[in-house]
């Protein structure tokens, strides 16, 4: 295995992109032997890069991507109370998204609006899209530096309250039955209240969710600090204007499935937004997928999203 570097890599370098040698081997087997002997060493890699890549390991079966997550995740988790649309395949596997093709997810953090959010995201291409279909990624840290002293410590004051609207089966966005996994309001109350979410049931059955979190990460072992919002992903200016221009006409914007304000309650000024999205588009990089790839990130160092594409595309993650 290559040496691991002293400092962050280089604008444009993610992902550290790991290949077959004498000491891996080229099955996911192999790779999961050598994750075992040389552990410290691959995760102080991941913590230096934020994400890594590993290609022409031979990975097609969905219980190897998992069994492989695991080593970096220790614990790898269910999507319980997650916001975005997925399916569940098999043991602790999802698909990446559930979003259709045409549209762009833009980067994000998994879970930063949930009181503990994964540290680890694993994701794994079966087949890749005919055209597009990249998983583009940013270092956070190189985002934050970006970012300005005062809209900094602005949102280190305030953090952020993110807002979850969930119809009661069938509306706009994901339902509080699916985002739970559960017919039950009682369990959906006590996860609630276990998670420190503030609650309130409407008068259609429907459900509203508040929480505060914070903008800026502290990575649990690195001590680094890194740009964790969704400000600019949650807000309705961050949707397609063709998209929010149709919700629009059926629901106010306080409505939306999904929204932020600072953490006060009160409303995102447009130039924080502005100024967080050029930070943002600055840093972010993107490779194109290969059948068999395997990509690690480091949920507090790196963000990831989606770009429209054509074709299928079957990508899945693990969480933990």
């Keep these: 295995m290559n040496g691991v570097a002293a400092q962050r890599p280089s604008m444009g370098s993610l992902p550290d992109i790991i290949t077959p ?21 691959i995760r102080s890699r991941l913590h230096c890069a934020g ?14 991507f998992e069994n492989f997550t695991a080593r970096f995740a220790g614990t790898l988790t269910t999507y319980l109370g997650g916001a975005s649309k997925r399916t569940h395949v098999e043991g602790k596997v999802f698909t990446s998204t559930d979003t259709a093709a045409q549209f ?6 998994e879970g930063a609006y949930m009181s503990q959010m994964p540290g680890i995201v694993g994701f794994f291409c079966r087949e890749p899209a005919a055209v597009g279909g990249q998983t583009p990624l940013a270092d956070s840290r190189r985002v934050l530096d970006r970012l300005p002293a005062e809209l ?12 979850n ?12 039955q699916a985002q739970f996994q559960t017919e039950k309001e009682e369990v959906v109350e006590e996860i ?44 309705p200016s961050g949707l397609e204007t063709v998209v929010r221009a149709r919700m629009a006409q059926v629901l106010p914007e306080t409505e939306f499935p999904m929204n932020v304000t600072y953490g006060d309650g009160t409303e995102m000024e447009e130039k924080d937004l ?10 972010t990089v993107q490779f194109d997928w290969q059948a068999g790839d395997v990509l690690i990130c ?23």
């Design 274 to 283: 502005i100024a967080i999205r050029a930070a943002i588009h600055a840093e």
């Design 51 to 64: 994400a890594l890549l590993f290609r022409g390991f031979g990975f097609s079966e969905l219980p190897d």
């Design 21 to 41: 040698d004498a000491t891996s081997g080229a099955t996911p087997e192999s790779l999961c032997r050598w994750m075992d002997h040389e552990g410290v060493a």
């Design 165 to 176: 609207n969930l119809p009661n089966r069938f509306g706009l966005g994901k339902s509080w």
């Design 192 to 235: 609630l209240r276990a998670e420190g979410y503030e609650f309130a049931w409407k008068a259609d059955g429907s459900l509203r969710t508040t929480i505060r979190c914070p903008a800026i990460g502290i990575h649990p072992r690195t001590g680094e600090r890194a740009w964790i919002a969704q400000a600019d992903h949650w807000h």
């Design 152 to 163: 900094t410590a602005c949102f280190e004051r305030l953090g952020l309250q993110y807002i």
């Design 104 to 109: 762009t997810i833009n980067q994000h953090h």
């Design 298 to 320: 480091d949920n507090y160092l790196v963000s990831h999203g989606r770009r429209p594409y054509k074709g299928e595309r079957k990508v899945f993650v693990a969480l933990g």
